[in-house]
């Protein structure tokens, strides 16, 4: 829950664009069972968004193991695009996440990522999107009494994103 509230709080602090503020939502696929919302918000900086996307939220039941797990992750950054043309973009950004996972012998394991977004967007001629993305991450993981140090470049963190824009009138 805390971290939730430094989510939250964080996105209350956010710069705002004074007319007009263009907003992304959409959904992400890492695979054809992982999926996960996302939300992108434009800064000052036509160019630079403010990303939030949860990275977990599944349940596990091992019915030969007799072993059960729920997870929830969150992750939020910046991402800089940068065109090659009016409609295919190059984006780059750092990313934080955490990420829990409660077991059915009610163990608690935390995971923190540090990642940088690597990626490509194209923009169609309508208010949707579509992107490719790589995040390669250094993590830590387990309980508060055991952490553990992970440098990865795993491509299951690949990602196909489909996002719709749409803008919102700000404070004149």
């Not at 971290?3 to 696929?29: C, D, N, W």
């Amino acid at each position: 829950m805390r971290y939730l509230f430094l989510f939250m709080s964080f996105l209350f602090f956010l710069p705002t664009v004074s007319s007009q503020s263009k907003h992304e939502l959409g959904i992400r696929a890492t695979s054809f069972r992982d999926f996960g919302a996302i939300y992108k918000k434009q800064l000052k900086d036509e160019n630079r968004y403010f990303r939030l996307r949860n990275t977990v939220a599944n349940v596990n039941y091992g019915s030969i193991s007799e072993s059960t797990s729920v997870s929830v992750g969150f992750a939020m950054g910046f991402e800089k695009r940068k065109f090659f043309n009016a409609s295919d973009a190059l984006i780059l950004g750092p990313e934080l996440g955490v990420s829990l996972r409660f077991g059915s012998n009610s163990s608690v394991s935390h995971f923190y990522r540090l990642g940088y977004l690597i990626g490509m967007v194209h923009q169609f001629k309508s208010n949707f999107s579509l992107g490719f993305e790589f995040i390669p991450s250094v993590n830590f993981s387990g309980p508060f009494d055991n952490l553990n140090f992970d440098a990865s470049l795993n491509f299951s963190t690949v990602g196909i994103t489909l996002m719709y824009a749409f803008e919102t009138k700000g404070k004149e």
